[in-house]
């Protein structure tokens, strides 16, 4: 008995392995490939929002914090010693109106002044120039002084200062001055201080920034983050959230024309991620806009991405607010101005300089209109709260601007009573694209892969414009997750018919102030890391190609289903270079071997050279840090010319690939 039953073992084991070594034959039809569904050039995108300190204390690159002593303590982020007075009166931005005022400390020893601790400290270079500007009058309309140094307090050294330099400040008009700075040291915790040397003077919107910004702009973005956008090659950015655009109450909602303008005047938001989770509370974390719409869309176009700015419908956070007396009311002259909002942004993008917002985006230094196609009204709205308000919304804008797209909303849950309930909706009112949301487990991403082949190819285009994988009980950015990813992505890409958009989210996160996780780049105030995700969604679009290819294993899609042991895969024509790009993630734990035949090749071509592109890490737990930054990174190898119309492709376990072949 026991023989019979080891004998039978060991032929089940025997079958399991010849199955396994048994190679699958993939189908690629690449008869037609330029019939293929066009792949849109928004399809892989990015997310912004201001959570995890992304934008103040992040991508934008200011290093003061509370520059304009606007945070309900006008003093946070500020140590003051001597005489120091938090004023109002004559300020010079209405929108900003506190500023300080430094009277002498009236003793030869005594000094008065303040500083600032930064976001998290203030990280300064060796030699690298610094820009510190000021607003500062006299108070007695005569002459007076302050000194500026960069300042490393806890510095072993003789002197405390990095740098320093005077500015001579004269009149009793406010007036900007400005200076250079260049420390001799790098600190990561530096401050920044500000001595008063003379008669009283008032000071007002105190900022510091690297000269070494994104293209060099004075009211710029730090480099390194920018420059990880741009490696991406996004082909959308959306923007400015999530959930900040609904705010906790309607007035923390996000309102863009106060992001636009004279930065000095744009007036401090609160930022939700500042308290929504009491157990990462960060009680300074706010909104100073000095990133707003202007830069987002220069952002954009700087980076080559599609802007796609999403505005409130009159709705706060339906999470946080339950009572729909907490909500614009659903009339048509309740929701006017933010219908206005909607067509002042699009003249604002769009208009010609003789229009008054379109002049106002001209005088700020773009002349030309950004090209603005289409805009987000809501983000994670739910029940009828929410189209009977988008459908005024949906009016206004198809009436005014037939020629902008607009994006609705699904939710926040990827399936569910209100997914079923606010997609026919979205398709009733027209929307032309509806965002989907999903942070989801290992499980919900593994029995994805089919999500979209059965979509409703006459209803609005699908943009999934947040999601992650979150690993149930390992919730940060380690490989697996990110192979789960790329492993459902192959799902978006085979119906970039209606799949046409798709953003990972978030975006940017600090290490020592995120809200959030995981997220697709981390960074500290020297130093960033692309995770493994940033590389998955790297290699998408930079492997999107143009057509999608019919790609089939015994007639059906690879979507990691029954009998296709963990393997998703999808392809597509590049018509740019008449590359056919074959993606493949092996989710599974066996090696497994896979014949790529290529079906309505000439007869005389045959498949070229190819390159083999894998992402793969031993330990699925892996992770890229800030002090080790290339654990999990894309490897590119070259492989010889195949001559024929087959190849051999042995897939390592859980290894996501991109394959680039060319016939000759
Ligand atoms: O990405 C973080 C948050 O997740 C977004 O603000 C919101 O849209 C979603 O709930």
Known sequence: MKTSHTLALASLFALTLSAQAQNKTLQLDVSKPLKGAPVQNTMYGIFFEDINY????GLYAEMVKNRSFEFPQALMG??????????TEGAPFERNPHYVRLSPANHRDKRTGLQNEGFFGISVQKEHKYRFSVWARVVDGTQSKIRIEISDPASMGENHALCGKTIDISGSDWKKYTLELSPAQSVSKAILRIFLKGATVDLEHVSLFPTDTWKGRENGLRTDLAQALYDLHPGVLRFPGGCIVEGTDLNSRYQWKNSVGQVENRPLNENRWHYTFEHRFYPDYYQSYGLGFYEFFLLSEDIGAEPLPIVSVGLACQFQNKDPKAHVEATREALDPYIQDVLDLIEFANG???TKWGKLRADMGHPAPFNLKMVGIGNEQWDSLYPERLKFFVEAVRKAHPEIKIVGSSGPDSEGKQF?????????????????HFYRPETWFLSQGNRYDTYDRKG???FAGEYACHGKGKKWNHFNASLLEAAFMTGLERNADIVHMATYAPLFAHVEGWQWRPDMIWFDNTRSVRTASYYVQQLYAHNKGTNVLRLTLNGKPLAGNDGQNGLF???VYDATDGSYIVKIANTSDDAQNIDLSFVGLKKKQNIDTYTVTSLHADNPEAENTLDNTQVVVPKTVNKPSVGN????????????????????
């Open 460 to 462: 609005p285009k699908v």
């Open 78 to 87: 500020w140590q003051t010693f001597g005489n120091i007075e938090v004023r």
């Open 54 to 57: 992304a934008a103040d204390g």
């Open 569 to 571: 895969a999808s392809a």
């Open 645 to 664: 119309k087959n190849v051999s492709l042995p897939l390592a376990a859980k290894t996501f690939y991109v394959f680039r072949f060319k016939a000759k």
């Open 352 to 354: 010609s300089a003789d």
């Open 420 to 436: 079923d309930y606010l997609w026919p909706e979205m398709k009733k009112l027209g929307a032309d694209l509806v965002d989907e």
